[in-house]
């Protein structure tokens, strides 16, 4: 499985950005799928996630109610927008999509998609 993310980039704080992540081969339209992130000298850390089938989504708390994930039912393509940006947020983002699973994104059984740069100016 390939994960081609797309958006990311510079802003400044309380600004908005919109990631997409697209798989490659059909089968993550039944996987859960998110986001992971990593900042200077940080832990990867969980961002978000969401099943297969969009209905169901979950955050961590530094993001909840800022950021928000979405997916058609079914679909290979992933969405997060990202509002009201922090310079805390500011790292490297990762979209990431369960191996097997359809319900969550295990961190330690998951498809990585190369990182993208999200940096947050104050």
């Known amino acids: 499985v390939q994960l081609q993310a797309s958006g990311g980039g510079l802003v400044k704080a309380g600004g908005f950005l919109r990631f997409s992540c697209a798989g490659s081969?059909?089968?993550?339209?039944?996987?859960?799928m998110g986001w992971f992130r990593q900042a200077p000298g940080k832990e990867r850390e969980f961002v978000s996630d969401?099943?297969?089938?969009?209905?169901?989504?979950y955050y961590a708390d530094s993001v909840k109610g800022r950021f928000t994930i979405s997916r058609d039912s079914g679909s290979e393509v992933v969405f997060l927008q990202m509002d009201n940006l922090k310079p805390e947020d500011t790292a490297v983002y990762f979209c990431?999509?369960?191996?097997?699973?359809?319900?969550?994104?295990?961190?330690?059984?998951?498809?990585w998609g190369q990182g993208t740069q999200v940096t947050v100016s104050s």
């Open positions: 990431v999509a369960d191996r097997f699973s359809g319900v969550r994104v295990r961190p330690g059984s998951a498809h």
């Open positions: 081969d059909g089968h993550t339209s039944s996987l859960a």
């Open positions: 969401v099943d297969w089938s969009g209905s169901h989504a």
